[in-house]
């Protein structure tokens, strides 16, 4: 059961495993829970399927969940054998008699554990979700305010110095002007975050994903619900034709320009297994007891998307483009 609601979403799934009287068994579901999709990741599994496989998107879907539910069982199978020894303990529980529930308990309840779930983990999202905003935005707006600076002032002194050129000479100076005006955007412009993906991007390069690329796996951290907004942001610079007459966007058409359709699937299968998000992380530290098994989960989950996602792009690029 805690699993089924881990499709839904992974929080109140790892919240559920307390209803296991068995620490063993409460730990394994646990575990296994990132590997049913939520919906956070629907949304990238719908944009990477229509944009890179539009005539088997719904195949790609299914296939993505069908895989991460296999890969569960493979997981739960060699941990049963070797991380959780014993005997699973029987599971017993006294049902209580059935009964029409009324509109008024169920919007109580619903209100209640709604309430409960916002306390808890919706704070953790916004703040995260701000960090990654700041790390994105920062230093931006002083780097721009930099650059428009230089260029007036090496405009101003241009034409002083140039007054007395000739024409052509003053146009070389503009070229040469407009350059050196690209070359300082490209070095202030960066925020913190770029820079990180910059520096992890050697790390994806197996699967060729870029540093922009890298960017999104890092903003799916604080909630999965962020990677296709980043990825937005990211490519918006991008000049890439788009057919006006089709369905088709510009964040759809700097994809294809940048990636294969082996590395979108490779990408696809990191975001299915890769570190759950910050609430869930946090509601595993709750029920686990301690950050141990917390960062256990995301160093794992992440070092299983890795393999994962090379091995995809290593097979789908035989077959692919």
């Excluded at 017993?92 to 059935?98: G, I, K, S, T, W």
């Excluded at 808890?120 to 305010?145: C, D, Q, R, T």
């Amino acid at each position: 059961v805690p699993m089924l609601i881990g499709f839904g979403c992974s929080v109140p799934s790892v919240m559920a495993s307390r209803t296991l009287p068995s620490e063993r068994d409460r730990k394994m579901t646990i575990m296994l829970t990132p590997f049913m999709s939520c919906t956070a990741k629907l949304p990238i599994y719908a944009f990477f399927a229509a944009a890179f496989f539009p005539k088997q998107a719904g195949l790609v879907m299914v296939g993505l969940y069908i895989f991460g539910i296999v890969m569960g069982i493979i997981t739960a199978l060699i941990s049963k054998r070797f991380l959780f020894k014993g005997e699973a303990v029987p599971f017993v529980m006294e049902l209580p008699p059935y009964r029409m529930p009324t509109a008024k308990s169920v919007v109580l309840h619903t209100w209640e554990k709604g309430r409960q779930y916002l306390q808890k983990m919706g704070g953790i999202i916004l703040v995260f979700s701000l960090i990654i905003w700041a790390l994105n935005y920062f230093p931006h707006e002083e780097s721009v305010k930099q650059v428009e600076t230089q260029k007036v002032e090496m405009a101003g002194n241009t034409e002083v110095e140039n007054a007395s050129n000739d024409v052509n000479m003053i146009a070389n100076n503009v070229d040469k002007l407009e350059v050196t005006h690209e070359d300082a955007s490209n070095d202030l412009q960066p925020s913190y975050l770029q820079r990180i993906g910059h520096f992890i991007a050697p790390v994806m390069a197996p699967m060729h994903f870029d540093w922009k690329m890298s960017v999104g796996i890092l903003s799916g951290i604080g909630a999965k619900e962020l990677v296709v907004s980043t990825l937005s942001v990211m490519y918006a610079g991008e000049d890439v034709d788009t057919d006006s007459a089709s369905t088709d966007t510009k964040l759809s058409a700097a994809l294809r320009t940048n990636m294969t359709q082996a590395s979108a699937l490779a990408y696809l299968v990191f975001i299915l297994f890769y570190f759950p998000c910050i609430a869930t992380i946090t509601a595993i530290k709750n029920e686990s007891g301690g950050w141990k098994w917390a960062i256990f989960t995301a160093v794992y989950t992440t070092g299983f998307a890795y393999v994962a996602s090379f091995v995809t792009y290593l097979i789908a690029s035989r077959f692919l483009g």
